[in-house]
């Protein structure tokens, strides 16, 4: 993930994007989110931790009251279309299958679930499983806004610590 995630941001370096936007673009993906975009800024654009920490926090975010608003909407469309219906059941077999923590331990699960920074997880998997659901959208964003936060710490000390360690 490290080589794609660099491969990108010098993708977008050389051609004239500023560093600030390459982190915000990175924490913007899916999969990719804040996580390595805190990772981006801090050990391979050698941002200042504060201003790469807002940046990717909030490209992170930004997707989230979409997701939890339109995406049961989007695939219900989706499973219209040939070839792709095929990938929408599988996305949301693949992410129900996750839906056992928010059964076990209500909204807790879906903060545990989206600030624990491992993969398969983090705000747009949180915000998918919320909507699959049917979550309160008010609550679920609340709660998934302080996961990525939460997850965004993790991965900042762990890349000031890496950064560290490599120099």
Same mark, same amino acid.
């Given at each position: 993930?490290?080589? @794609?995630?660099?491969?990108?941001?010098?993708?977008?370096?050389?051609?004239?994007?500023?560093? =600030?936007?390459?982190?915000?673009?990175?924490? /913007?993906?899916?999969?990719?989110?804040?996580?390595?975009?805190?990772?981006?800024?801090?050990?391979?654009?050698?941002?200042?931790? $504060?201003?790469?920490? %807002?940046?990717?926090? %909030?490209?992170?975010?930004?997707?989230?009251?979409?997701?939890? /608003?339109? %995406?049961? =909407?989007?695939?219900?469309? @989706?499973?219209?279309?040939?070839?792709?219906?095929?990938? $929408?059941? =599988?996305?949301?077999?693949?992410?129900?299958?996750?839906?056992?923590?928010?059964?076990?331990?209500? %909204?807790?699960?879906?903060?545990?679930?989206?600030?624990?920074?491992?993969?398969?997880?983090?705000?747009?998997?949180?915000?998918?499983?919320?909507?699959?659901?049917?979550?309160?959208?008010?609550?679920?964003?609340? $709660?998934?806004?302080?996961?990525?936060?939460?997850?965004?710490?993790?991965?900042?000390? @762990?890349?000031?610590?890496?950064? $560290?360690?490599?120099?």
């Amino acid at each position: 993930m490290h080589e @794609l995630v660099k491969s990108l941001q010098e993708f977008l370096s050389a051609h004239g994007i500023p560093d =600030w936007l390459v982190v915000f673009i990175i924490s /913007l993906c899916p999969i990719l989110e804040c996580r390595l975009g805190m990772f981006t800024a801090i050990t391979l654009l050698e941002m200042k931790v $504060v201003p790469g920490f %807002i940046i990717s926090y %909030i490209g992170n975010i930004l997707p989230i009251p979409f997701i939890l /608003l339109l %995406i049961n =909407w989007i695939f219900e469309i @989706l499973k219209k279309v040939p070839g792709i219906n095929k990938f $929408v059941y =599988w996305l949301e077999e693949h992410t129900l299958k996750k839906k056992d923590k928010i059964d076990k331990y209500g %909204i807790w699960g879906l903060l545990f679930f989206v600030a624990i920074p491992l993969p398969g997880t983090g705000g747009w998997t949180g915000a998918l499983l919320a909507s699959l659901l049917h979550l309160d959208r008010k609550k679920s964003f609340g $709660v998934i806004a302080i996961g990525v936060f939460i997850a965004g710490l993790i991965i900042t000390i @762990l890349s000031t610590v890496f950064k $560290v360690a490599v120099l």
